[in-house]
């Protein structure tokens, strides 16, 4: 699908429910930005490529935002567009999770919460999965893995960069262990790129926890984040809970992980592309 | 106390029955009645674990008296040595690691390590890993893979230790880096859960060409209690969550995530933690011939694909 055609889809993309719209831009003239609390113009921001004009907050985007942002021309090629979702527990909450998934793919227009594709990005062949946090907050059940295996794959059957830019709150509970063994699923093709040598890019955004950060996330040639990104393998509150504690300032933002040694460096959204070539200039193989 | 969770008292008052009935004397009379308790005893035992719910399976598999990975390693290793530390911060008592022999083959074994008295449990933290866990797991790894040696692993931990140093020290760098290691080894694997499979700290150790489960074992993404409070917003519902969640050893046997049910001994592996061990040795022995049989690319191979393979979805595009 062209970018071109993403445009238009995202003018139907119905209204997020409210708990996952917080950190995105929200409707209106003006936007308060949730973390300096400034009252800011919303074009400005929409323009800053939906970072805080003040304080350089940057805003959840969607993916198919975020793709329109990194490929040469904005224009990719996408596959494994027909993999979708099962409910193999049929396991039932307060809802059934079959009627989530029904609700999640109406509201974003997505099967499920990743979109593979391929294109350029400078001139460098990659293949890329961009995760949807709108779509049950970027969970990884079966379909994410899947997709995000079929991305390495397709990334070492061309000769390509694999880019994957995470954005999730890790395993989605409703598949059980089959989300877990996503994990082990993924990270076994990662590891066949790896003996490969080629080049992988992980993008974390805000934000990235649990098994999406305690697999693939944290396994690329070079980690890189957004500013002040969420990224850690146990939630903050799970954390507090268990130590009985408040915890630091900054504590499992991208800027702590570089002071940990966790990322290669952190990098604005409206220089992500050009730092993407610049990478990629080293890493993709002659 | 739910109803549902004091499943095991009929066991244990038979028990304390019996106790008290050996302090009385050994005449016929009693010799009989004790004779007739111990065999109601096997029969309850058997009714009552073969009719459990996922909530008490969870509850057997973190019994207080659970057979741990040095209990296992007691029972099947001969000449054990452990080996410590990451070689990059320090040991972590919550994992295990050593070498001994097996059934006539050098291997290397490694586990949780949970423990059994507070002193104990505090010390080995309950059985949840801090990074150096995970790192001197895969350090003892690369040293089998390097001399050779099959790897047997133990699998018995509520998840990976969430707290603000082990997020410091990259808590999940050390789990991915071992799923990305472990799928590239060259030699035989093969992982056992034998108490609480708790998330990725349990597949931290996890990436095996087998992979078994103790009957009464539980492998899960998050413990019932964790899916509860996000979930139905209520801890409380562990027992629905449990339930829905598909964690036993039969439920995912279905879903090919497991390999074999390992059999308890009646009762829970708890009852006779050296038969339970011979019961496991005898199946992890077989895998062991099997794998042995096949050379280090086509091990690498094999476990590749029976990760590939798992997960239920949808394909139009195949199906078109």
Redesign the interface.
Known sequence: MSGRMAWFKKEKTPKQPQAERRFTVPEGLWVKCPDCKEIVYKKEVLRNTNVCTKCDYHFRIGSRERLDQLFDMGRYQEF???????D??Q????KSYEKRLVDYQKRTGLKDAVITCTGTIGGHPVSMAVMEYGFMGGSM???V??KV?RAAEQALKDQRALIVIACSGG???????????????I??????L??AGLPFISVLTDPTT??V???????GDLNIAEPKALI???GPR??EQ??RQK??AG??RSEFLVE???LDYIVERNKMRDKLISSLRFLMPN | MFEEDSFEEPILDLERRIEALSDTGDDPATRNQRQRLEQELREIRERIMSDLTPWQKTLLARHAKRPYTLDYIEHMIEDFVEIHGDRKFADDPAIVAGFGDFRGRPVLVLGHQKGRDTKEKIHRNFGMPRPEGYRKAMRAMNMAEKFRRPIITFIDTPG?????G????????A???N???M??LTVPVVATVTGE?G??GA??I??GNRVNMLEHSV????SPE??AA???RDPSKNR??AK????TAQQ?VG?D?VDAVIKEVSGGAHVDAAHQAEILGDVVDEQLRTLESLNGEELTAQ??ER??Q?????????S?
């Open positions: 494994a567009t027909e993999v979708a979702p099962l193999p527990l396991f039932v909450d307060s059940g079966s379909v893995g899947e295996t395993a989605r509970m409703q598949e059980g262990a089959l989300s877990l063994m996503q994990m082990a699923k990270s076994s093709a990662l590891a066949q790896d003996v649990g098994g950060t305690a697999s693939f996330a944290m396994l850690g393998f146990a799970v954390i268990t130590i915890l630091p504590f499992q940990h040694g966790m | 990976a230790y969430p707290g603000i082990a997020e410091e020290r990259g808590q999940a760098e789990i991915a880096f799923l990305r290691e799928a590239k499979g998330s990725g597949l931290a996890g990436v492998y899960s993404v998050i964790g899916c996000i979930l139905w629905e969550a829905a969640m598909r964690l995912l879903l995530i476990r590749h990760f590939r798992l997960g239920k979805f949808t394909d139009g595009a195949l078109a």
